[in-house]
């Protein structure tokens, strides 16, 4: 190996900047971008692992399976045999009498919930620059993520068509 | 750089046989550059400079004329003027371009010429850039060849199809204009961006390299390949045609491919 590939190679150590893109900092008079890949005690450990490889995989996936899953909802619920105006409680609870139709509203719902949330996840990291900001936003989506796709799941499952 | 002529729309006419008269085929452009001097104010600004320039000329040209006859305190980078060295790198009207291989008639010289630094590197004066964090990340891909064992008693062979496997990302040239183009990078500067992964590239898939697997782990970050959104900007930027995004795709693939 012949060079040490993880050092800053011999980059003086910056000031600590208010940020990329904001304005000329106290110290320094340039229109400050903080430099990218300048290794400060502040930078974030490298998360290596196949999480993000899984992410990115589980969108494309899920992508496909979306496609089918929601144009065949939209052909039941709103174009055959009546279209839109026979939907009902009735027509709900019919339909959730049976196992496969409550297995593709089930997977309908995990896969566009957890698709639209790793999409707002990427969006978040791509575009929130501040660490406390990107935490909020975060913790934000993975409770409305958590919430919508427990609700959903208990309904489907507890669904009482003798309900008054 | 031995070429450079300081005047070149006085100059030009005379070696230009075609024109009627000399000077009969210039034309007044205007460059509106982004200047900034942190020793003269911590603002940078707008100047507007008139050249005199025959269109078939190249932007770098037209810097070499202002830093010449109007404002030799004008900064900008410029090694071998011929698209090769890479050094001068700017966004011309908006995008990532080498101001060498740039020609004034190709970006509407009837208005503006409007010439800034790249976009997401610190600027340290005028049109140059601090290039260190993009050579850092360049640095951190292993760019050069890893093998094991004894050095061979002759050349490490390869067959022409091989050689082909990588020849588009052996064109780099380190300008940084693909990744100064990309969003996710003005964004998030820990984003290794697409030159790393094109360097990284040309060693992953070069059957003399045995540093493929070392090279993929390091992409597997969460800065490195998955932060690609395929939005092409880098593509759209390389001033040798290398097909940027093509390559970072080939990149997942092949984690994708390995890894399961």
Known sequence: MPTDVTS??????????????????????????????QRTTRTPRSTRGNFEMYGWLFMRVSGVVLVLLVLGHLLIQLMLDGGVSRIGFAFVAGRWASPW???????????????????????????????ATRLWLKALLYTATAFTVLLGTLVIFTFDPDIT | MATAAPDPGAAQ??????????GANLMAVTFRIRRFDPEAAAEAFWQDFRVEIDPKERV?????????????????????????????AMRINGR??????????????QRPVVVEPLKGLTVLKDLVVDMEPFFQAYRDMLPFLVTSGNEPTRERLQSPAQRARFDDTTKCILCAACTSSCPVFWNDGQ??????????HRFIFD????????????????????????IFNCTDACPRGIQVTKAIQEVKQALVTRRL
């Open chain 1, 8 to 37: 800053g190679a011999g980059r003086a150590p910056a000031e600590p900047g208010p940020g990329r893109g904001r304005g000329p900092g106290p110290g320094h008079p340039a229109p400050l971008v903080e430099p990218p890949r």
């Open chain 1, 101 to 131: 139709w409550q297995v593709w509203d089930l997977l309908m719902l995990w896969l566009a919930m957890l698709h639209g949330s790793n999409g707002l996840r990427t969006v978040i990291n791509d575009y929130a620059e501040h660490t």
């Open chain 2, 13 to 22: 006419p005379d070696a230009v046989p075609v024109s009627p008269s000399p």
């Open chain 2, 60 to 88: 770098l040209d037209a810097l070499h004329s202002i830093k010449g006859e109007q404002d030799g305190s004008l900064t900008f980078r410029r090694s071998c003027a011929h698209g090769i060295c890479g050094s001068d």
């Open chain 2, 96 to 109: 990532n371009r080498l101001a060498c291989k740039a020609l004034v008639k190709d970006l509407s010289p």
């Open chain 2, 191 to 200: 984003y290794f961006g697409p030159a790393a992964i094109v360097g990284a």
């Open chain 2, 207 to 230: 059957s003399r390299d045995e540093a493929g697997e070392r090279r993929l782990e390091i992409l597997n970050d969460n800065h490195g390949v998955w932060r690609c959104r395929t």
